[in-house]
């Protein structure tokens, strides 16, 4: 009797409208908010907000780092981000300027450091030296990236070594600002494919694009979009041509003269970072309207502009 008087009370309170303690509350009425993104969710340093931490430094010897240029800058001012700044790639060619007890220095994003925690810089010896006393080993610094940094020239390109017309891959270099995105397609005419970004800083196209030339349109993180043509299925070769990643063209239009340079060795990612590739996707990119394809200089070797490598 007490079981069946505890389910008709159970009943009639359920009739009258009163809540059961177990219920779930009402929803609000009304759209739902964006979730916000997951704390630690892996992104570069973008848009100058202010970020502070700490500064140590490290020496590459030479080496290009994980993002896979041939050498370190000719400046030697350079960084290397842990992985939720590095972000699998998307730091790589950015600029922040860095702030410690001696002054202000600005360095290239060129490396994964991946025992660094968010907020840790593993400096350039240089560029430590920049705005503290090596001594001091370690100090608390503040950060913001640089928006639309001054360029060292037109953009460069590298098809990576092994690329054929059934597996492209390609280095951008001399953006200013992280990247978004790269697209590709044969020719002048027709769809743009998406290349995948590798956390090694080249772009993949796993099922090839075919035998080129090719057309290469390339979007920072801030909306500059540009696209050069006659990119040439040239393997371990810098192509550099006129089109700037924002500022205009270089100026006159011409063609850049070749700068002779001791060989390069090929672009591979510094052992220092030894996270795994992942395999890309080949979804296609809509096509969108875009400037006139730009043509770019095919250069045999080329000495690196200071704070950007090819």
């Known amino acids: 009797m007490a079981v069946l008087a505890g389910v008709l009370g159970l009943t009639l309170a359920l009739r009258a409208g009163a809540t059961p303690a177990c219920a779930a509350p009402p929803r609000a ?24 931490g700490k500064a140590t430094f490290y020496d590459s010897k030479g080496a290009g780092g994980n993002c ?27 600029h922040l300027d860095v702030t410690g007890p001696k002054g202000t220095v600005r360095v290239l994003v060129m490396d994964q450091c991946p025992e660094c925690a968010p907020g840790h810089l593993d400096l350039s010896r240089e560029a430590f030296a920049r705005i503290a006393d090596p001594v001091q080993g370690v100090v608390s610094v503040s950060y913001r990236a640089v928006v639309d940094p001054p360029l060292p020239g037109p953009l460069a390109f590298r098809i990576k070594e092994g690329a054929s017309r059934y597996w492209f891959a390609v280095l951008v270099a ?17 769809g743009w494919r998406a290349a995948d970004r590798q956390d090694y800083n080249y772009w993949l196209v796993e099922s090839g694009v075919g035998p080129g030339p090719f057309s290469i349109r390339v979007t920072d993180v801030y909306g500059h979009r ?45 052992p220092r970072a030894t996270s795994p590739r992942p395999s890309p996707s080949a979804a296609p990119a809509s096509a ?9 200089v095919p250069l045999a070797a080329e000495a690196p502009a200071a704070g950007c490598r090819n």
Do not use: F, I, W
């Open 68 to 94: 896979s240029y041939p050498s370190a800058p000719a400046n030697r001012l350079y960084v290397a981000l842990g992985p939720s700044e590095y972000a699998a790639g998307a730091a790589c060619g950015g």
């Open 288 to 296: 969108g309207p875009s400037a006139p394809d730009t043509p770019v």
């Open 226 to 270: 540009v696209t050069a043509g006659g990119v040439r299925l040239t393997p371990g070769q810098v192509q550099r041509g006129t089109v700037r990643m924002y500022g205009g063209a270089t100026a006159g239009g011409g063609r850049p003269a070749t700068r002779s340079a001791s060989p390069r060795p090929s672009a591979s990612p510094s």
């Open 29 to 52: 009425a009304g759209p739902l908010a964006a979730p916000a993104a997951a704390p630690g969710a892996a992104a570069p340093p973008v848009g100058g907000a202010v970020h502070k």
């Open 174 to 190: 001399d953006h200013g600002n992280p990247l978004r995105a790269v697209e590709v397609r044969q020719g002048d005419s027709g």
